[in-house]
């Protein structure tokens, strides 16, 4: 198994988990971590979600030979494109994740101001909208992370990202990225109950109907009992629905 999206408490401000610890949770279950530390200047003003990627290169290189690859993942931001793409073109990553976390000026994850006076699904739809726009612009990413980052922290009483209504958008979102090479990510932050699984399959089908045919498996761990989380459970539905999970070593794309 690979763990392609988790942080480090040293270089992710919101990320309680030492590196050691990622060290004996890859050894006692067989396990290859890429670490994927923030990276979103759009936070800039508050110094937070961003490293030095030297000091991180510096403090982290040493442990690849122990089957743990380094990685980062991009805030997707218009603003800040130029100083994205020098990020990735200056350092020698293993892996570019890519999220968004922002529309606008509106932190989706934090602020609500994002959500106010909007329905549910407009909210949702203009989140996948953004994503989109970013996709056309950012073509030097390896994957998309949590394309329904949304439905995590949004304050609906029923956060879920439900397929039929949001088909259109996320088959344009999903079009996009396989044209462009760009490997999806089945994050498991959200396998956190029946519904939300089955509603996730769906999108996974969909993808796989569009032509998608790799996929990334990360838990997104902030906390170590979140490592590898439900991942028993996602590979078998990448096993039943015909995907194929992949990491990436030097920007180039392994078979698991």
Do not use: W
């Not at 931001?77 to 130029?82: A, D, G, K, L, Q």
């Amino acid at each position: 198994m690979v763990d392609s999206h988790v942080h480090t408490k040293k270089f992710s401000c919101d990320s309680l988990i030492k590196i050691e610890e990622y060290l004996q949770k890859r050894q006692e279950d067989d396990l290859k971590i890429v670490i994927t530390e923030h990276m979103d200047l759009e936070y800039m003003s508050q110094g937070v979600f961003v490293f030095n990627p030297k000091e991180y290169f510096n403090h982290y290189d040493k442990f690849k030979k122990n089957n743990i690859l380094l990685g980062i993942e991009i805030g997707m931001s218009e603003t800040f494109f130029s100083e994205n793409m020098e990020i990735i073109r200056q350092n020698p990553f293993d892996f570019v994740l890519a999220s968004v976390h922002f529309v606008g000026e509106f932190d989706v994850g934090s602020n609500r101001k994002f959500y106010e006076k909007k329905q549910k699904i407009d909210a949702y739809k203009e989140y996948i909208n953004e994503t989109i726009k970013l996709i056309d612009i950012y073509q030097s990413i390896d994957a998309l992370a949590h394309f329904d980052f949304v439905a995590r922290y949004s304050p609906y009483e029923d956060k879920e990202l439900y397929f039929d209504d949001t088909k259109e958008e996320i088959s344009n979102l999903f079009t996009k990225m396989i044209m462009r090479g760009i490997v999806l990510e089945f994050n498991t932050k959200r396998l956190t109950n029946d519904i939300s699984v089955r509603e996730y399959i769906k999108f996974l089908k969909l993808y796989k109907e569009l032509g998608g045919m790799y996929v990334t498996t990360g838990s997104d761990a902030h906390y170590l009992d979140n490592i590898a989380y439900k991942f028993d459970l996602a590979y078998k539905i990448l096993s039943h629905l015909g995907l194929k999970a992949v990491y990436f070593k030097n920007r180039n794309m392994e078979y698991i």
